[in-house]
């Protein structure tokens, strides 16, 4: 093999330049070329990259998003639009592709895939919904992030006695804020997966105002509602002054913690190993802290990855 390629694609997150730095230098210790496509599966179309060399990757490690750029390429979707990608990559002599992304953008490569090209899928996701991996890049990160900005409403919120409803991300997804809910100590989640009682919650909320609760903090998850309505709600029911915050894409960026760093570079490192091994079409990934692979069709037809119930019973016992 001479050269091989990686692109971001979807949502970007922290910890993806990591895992580019470290294909990188792995390539090229192998004395193999990395290009790098700018802005995913549209750069691929495009035919727009980079060369690789290891001080272009120098310098990112620490930086949040992707220095590739990403995007959602509609073209990709189609049939000719994978056909042209396919042209391009062969044309470029590219022996081998990683897709970093989401599980729109591990579609992708499985089409790749199924096309006969060698591609490698790394899981990276704030949202935690891929299936085949505990974690995904990017989730610690956006969880520190959500953590900072719930401890300092914290204050605000005991100082001023109010009922602080936090928007977090996840369209589909609760795992941010059931695990938020968990780790900044709040008093409910709303989760898209979890059906909602808005008379019960008040109910409950209630009966801490009266043994002497003076504020609360409810995480929800984007997907689960309208948190105006259920912070107006909690207001009528229960007397509480009510504040909503949206933390929208703050908690998308930021310098990658530790474990974002280390997942990114072992992930990145392990894709050209794999690639040069000769092994293909799978998704690296994460289980009890060891690196896996799991073939791309089987981690896109299990779909959505469940939360966990234990973490659910978790986040409700200690919210009361
Ligand atoms: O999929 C990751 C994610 O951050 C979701 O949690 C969120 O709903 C979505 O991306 C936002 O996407 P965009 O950046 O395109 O608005």
Redesign the pocket.
């Known amino acids: 093999m001479k050269r091989l390629a990686i692109l971001t694609s979807?949502?970007d997150?922290s910890g993806m330049n990591a895992a580019i730095r470290a294909a990188a230098r792995t390539a090229i210790a192998n004395d193999v070329e990395m290009i790098g496509y700018k802005k995913g599966y549209a750069g691929l179309l495009k035919n727009d990259y980079v060369i690789l060399n290891s001080q272009s990757v120098s310098g990112i490690l620490q930086r949040g998003g992707t220095f590739l750029q990403s995007a959602?390429s509609t073209e990709f979707r189609t049939e000719e639009g994978r056909q042209k990608a396919l042209d391009n990559l062969i044309r470029e002599k590219v022996a081998g592709l990683i897709v970093i992304g989401?599980d729109g953008s591990l579609t992708g490569a499985l089409a790749l895939d199924k096309l006969d090209f060698p591609v490698i899928g790394i899981p990276a996701?704030?949202?935690n919904?891929i299936a085949c991996t505990d974690m995904a890049l990017g989730v610690d990160t956006a969880l520190n992030n959500i953590l900072y900005a719930v401890d300092c409403i914290k204050d605000t919120a005991s100082s001023h006695d109010r009922a602080f409803i936090v928007e977090v991300?996840?369209?589909n997804?609760g795992y941010?804020a059931s695990t938020a809910a968990i780790a900044t100590g709040a008093e409910f989640a709303i989760l898209p997966e979890v059906e909602f009682d808005l008379v019960d919650m008040c109910h409950q909320l209630h009966r801490r105002y009266e043994e002497g609760r003076t504020n609360a903090i409810i995480i929800m998850a984007?997907?689960a509602g309208h948190a105006q309505d259920i912070a107006d709600g909690i207001k009528n029911a229960v007397g509480f002054e009510t504040r909503v915050t949206v933390l929208g894409?703050y908690?998308?960026g930021g310098a990658p913690t530790v474990f974002d760093r280390l997942l990114g570079s072992r992930f990145g490192m392990k894709s050209v190993e794999l690639l040069l091994s000769g092994t293909t079409g799978v998704m690296v990934g994460l289980s009890a802290n060891s690196l896996t692979t799991t073939p791309l069709e089987t981690v896109i037809n299990g779909g959505q990855k469940k939360l966990n119930d234990d973490l659910l019973h978790m986040a409700e016992i200690l919210g009361i």
């Open positions: 979807g949502g997150c959602r989401g996701s704030i949202d919904d991300m996840g369209r997804s941010l984007e997907g894409h908690q998308r």
